[in-house]
């Protein structure tokens, strides 16, 4: 006679904690909400670490303006810097995301057909890739720096002469960058996000912590201005690299990974062609961005320097629900690795209700307190008006463009990463950039006329790609 009592059943935040310590959970198996979350909470504080990073820079920059340890102002000019350098370096986003992307769609594919040695094979070869793909880019853009942000500034903008030494260290950063977004995809695909969210928050603890001191140099540490806050991030990044070389290497996540890193070009083909749709849309997505800062900059450093505070404030709360998104990634990958496509599915459509009522709560917030964000991080009234406007008017489609993000995100979990690539290409570049163009020159609506083109372009590319989402097609992707 079999005496052994059953375990207890673990209630809703017990497994909500077991996540955060690293359990790991079968999600082709687990009920679907409870998966949804165990993936997500970590994503999620995930994502929005991976924002404060710019966040932080462009908070302490906006010190020396405000006076901060007798700093002397640059009247905005040093976070129209920080704006431009970000969105240049967006393209660098674009391709890590785009591989990373990939390298989830393949690993949690062979995570949920049982293949853990295929995952980890697959996992080697994109940081190999990783590396390589960031000393391509790193060498000419850090060469190039002063050029490429004087492409980027209006006329007579200071920007130029104050932000060239944040720009080159973050250019020549460029292979930690790609290192740190494609291990993390390592850990998402596997289903050990818990591992990329302690990565990013001791990083992100020791950027807090460099960003006053090297900024406005701070006991015996030279004042280093907007350069420091660039050599600060760079130094937290590389710590986080090493962190994961550690984590991955030791077999702490569920993928083990005897040798780190492999250098074979038909393998590293094969990620590079899987990713050409998802860097094609990051791509497509981060020129669209950068031309938009293009735009804005033209009516001056003032405007510049508000949409700039205003976008990194409404990427902290955007990213977020990126995180959430990803949850739905690495859900459908895992779920048509085990023959699963209508678990798949449903998992799909919960998840953008969660992320739509998220994404609801900060659309509250950002119209009914955007002065008292907005002061802050902004001590100029000019800035901070542009800065006020930037969040009420790009929240206003952001209920919307939850359904886009995890749509997108379930066609990329799937393996088909051309249908959200078009998509990106007709919304963006055929008709947010036009818009914005009509709206804020032909027209004269002026900067807002730019900033109003984000959220209409962003809830018709909603609309389509959740259209595009039901008729099925991703669920027959190979991958």
Known sequence: MNTTTPPPLRTFWQHVVGSLRGEHHDFTQAPLGRAIVLLAVPMVLEMGLESTFALVNTFWVNGIDKGMFGSTSTHGAGVAAIGMTEGMVSLVYAIAWGLAIAVTAMVSRRVGEKDLDGASAAASQAIGLALVVGVVIAVPAAVFA???????????????????????????????????FLQNAIFRGAGDPMLALKVLLLSNGLN?????????????????????????????????????????????????????????????LRIVTLSIGTIGQFLIGCVSWMLLTLFVNSFGDAAGAGYTTGIRILMFALLPAWGL???????????????????????????????MAFLACVTLVMQLWPDAIIGCF?????????????????????????????????????????????????????????????LGFHLEVGVHGVVWAIPIAESLFAIAAVLLFRRGRWKTMKV
């Not at 496509?341 to 969660?354: D, F, H, I, K, S």
């Not at 206003?396 to 997108?408: E, L, P």
Request: aromatic share 12%; hydrophobic share 50%; charged share 10%.
């Open 378 to 438: 902004v001590a100029d009234p000019e800035v901070a008006q542009h800065g006020v406007s930037t969040l009420r008017i790009v929240a206003a489609g952001y209920i919307f463009y939850s359904w886009g993000m995890v749509a997108v995100q379930a066609f990329n979990g799937a393996g088909d990463t051309l249908t959200p690539t078009w998509l990106h290409f007709v919304v963006f570049w055929l008709f947010q950039l036009p818009l914005a163009w009509l």
């Open 208 to 268: 807090l912590l460099l960003d006053p001191v090297l900024i406005f140099g701070l006991g015996p540490v030279p004042a280093l201005g907007v350069e420091g806050a660039a050599i600060a991030t760079c130094i937290s990044r590389g710590f986080a690299v090493l962190l994961q070389f550690v984590l991955l290497r030791r077999g702490h996540c569920r993928v083990q990974m005897p040798v780190l890193m492999r250098f074979h070009g038909r393998e590293m």
């Open 146 to 180: 002063p050029e490429l942000l004087d492409w980027m500034a209006g006329e007579e903008s200071q920007a130029v002469a104050i932000g060239s030494g944040y720009a080159r260290w973050t250019f020549a950063s460029t292979p930690i960058i790609t290192l740190l």
């Open 325 to 355: 998104s990803n949850a739905a990634a690495t859900l459908v990958g895992q779920n048509l690795g085990a023959n699963q496509p209508e678990r798949a599915e449903r998992a799909v459509w919960l998840t953008g209700l969660y992320d």
